[in-house]
């Protein structure tokens, strides 16, 4: 009677692990796992919905695969192993679950990466009977990858970074434009000669490293929810280390604000600025790449949308970081992530969109890309915190895109917050290593050879 039973809790789990990470029927699901859930995992947010929310928020590529199970009674051990995971390495897990009136009461995991034949010190796989041949393996080719994380997964943040979160969290808590203009103010690097250009009509500013020729060219549209952030002084700093890393010569453009100039001024400035680059401006689309940021990381996408609506040459790839690309906020991290944010807030998104959108529709594609058609486009690169309210709009983009037949890079950073390589003056490592990972993607999608030079008016 005992091994019966076990058997028919082997069938039970199995089938549950495969409906909820494989098929993602959670409605399903929810008929294998108790709403009293419990989980002793340092990964898993709190309770069943927090398991679900996880997933979720994984790649639609994710699949679980099982090796062994073993059952005593109501509990179970299973050695299995997630591939496609938006990590270099799939995750070997053993979970212990333990069952109660039929479903997953408790549960205990431990998880590693897989190792490679050259890691492995035993000289064993640590799944099946073969190696993977490199951390790429568990990746599907030419859909999504992912970069490595560096020390922003391994071992906790930085001091510096943890000190700068506190710096945000003790900051003014006033909600208006002024409050965040006067945010809004920063510095930018050594090593680079600015200018202030014209791109057709269009202001920015221009930064490119002081010794050599940049082999390519970014147009980099600000974050700031539309509201704040021109002139862009408080960009400059990471438009300085792109120029750098990269060796590119970058358009930081100064487009209108609201509520001076609501929707659509940015996006029609942001459209205008890219049209002459490829234009007037004599810039090779084959070394030109769009990277934006929060509202930028928007436009940077919906710019790239409208470029192959009409018919424009299509910039070598598109790079966005902490993008804010769903002003109806229907993603569910606006509030599961509301106590994790150090700085944003949704009062803080209201009053921006407010002052944007006034009264035209927050679900339009050129506001909220996360609704927009993406096929089409050039490889993509998001880079999201995983302490971001805002997280779901870096998922929403990725699995759109994805299903789109769009190549994604993916970068989940486990410390990050809202726009964090924004803030490399201040020092922060994860900041310097996530602009090293953005200069990479840009350099290997774009062709080599010195970028053009543009036509641009400018004063000293």
Not at 112 to 134: C, K, N
Not at 165 to 178: C, I
Request: with cysteine.
């Amino acid at each position: 009677m005992a091994r019966e039973l076990e058997e028919k809790n082997k069938a039970l789990v199995l089938t549950a692990f495969d409906t909820l990470f494989n098929k993602r029927d959670y409605a399903a699901a929810e008929r294998f796992w108790s709403p009293n859930y419990i989980q002793h995992s340092a990964h898993i947010a709190p309770g069943r919905q927090g398991l679900f929310d996880l997933v979720k928020n994984a790649p639609p590529t994710m699949r679980y695969e099982n090796s062994r199970i073993m059952a005593e009674g109501n509990f179970l051990m299973l050695h299995g192993r997630f591939t496609n995971v938006g990590q270099p390495a799939a995750w070997i897990v053993v979970d212990i679950v333990r069952l109660e009136n039929g479903r997953l009461a408790e549960h205990w995991d431990v998880i590693q990466d897989e190792a490679t034949r050259s890691q492995s010190v035993s000289g064993l796989p640590m799944y099946g009977e073969s190696f993977p041949d490199s951390a790429s393996d568990s990746q599907p080719a030419g859909l999504l990858t992912a970069a490595p994380q560096g020390p922003d997964g391994a071992g906790g943040p930085s001091l510096l970074l943890q000190a700068f979160v506190e710096f945000l969290r003790a900051g003014p808590t006033k909600v208006d434009t002024d409050s965040t203009r006067d945010f809004n103010q920063g510095h930018q690097l050594e090593g680079v000669k600015r200018r202030a250009t014209d791109l057709g009509g269009v202001s920015a500013i221009t930064v490119e490293p002081r010794a050599g020729l940049p082999d390519r060219t970014v147009v980099y549209f600000h974050g700031g929810g539309y509201v704040s952030g021109s002139p862009p002084d408080r960009y400059l700093a990471l438009a300085a280390g792109v120029a750098l890393a990269a060796n590119a010569r970058v358009h930081v453009v100064d487009y209108r604000l609201a509520p001076e100039t609501p929707f659509p001024g940015a996006f029609d400035d942001c459209l205008a600025a890219y049209r002459w680059l490829i234009s007037d401006g004599r810039t090779d689309p084959r070394t030109l790449a769009v990277l934006g940021d929060s509202a930028g990381g928007n436009l940077a996408v919906a710019v790239t949308v409208a470029a192959r609506d009409q018919d424009l040459p299509l910039p070598a790839s598109v790079a966005i970081i902490s993008p804010l690309a769903d002003l109806t906020f229907s993603g569910a991290s606006i509030e599961q992530r509301k106590d994790m944010d150090p700085y944003v807030s949704h009062e803080l998104l209201e009053s921006m969109a407010a002052n944007y959108m006034g009264d035209s529709d927050r679900s339009d594609p050129r506001s909220s890309v996360v609704f927009a058609d993406l096929h089409g486009l050039p490889p993509l690169l998001i880079q999201v915190g995983e302490n971001e309210i805002l997280y779901d709009d870096a998922t929403r983009i990725r699995d759109s895109a994805s299903a789109a037949g769009v190549e994604v890079t993916f970068e989940s950073w486990r410390y990050g917050i809202h726009v964090w390589p924004v803030y490399v003056s201040a020092g922060l490592p994860e900041s310097a290593i996530a602009i090293e990972h953005l200069a990479a993607f840009l350099t290997a999608h774009a062709q080599h050879g010195a970028a053009s030079t543009p036509s641009t008016s400018s004063t000293p």
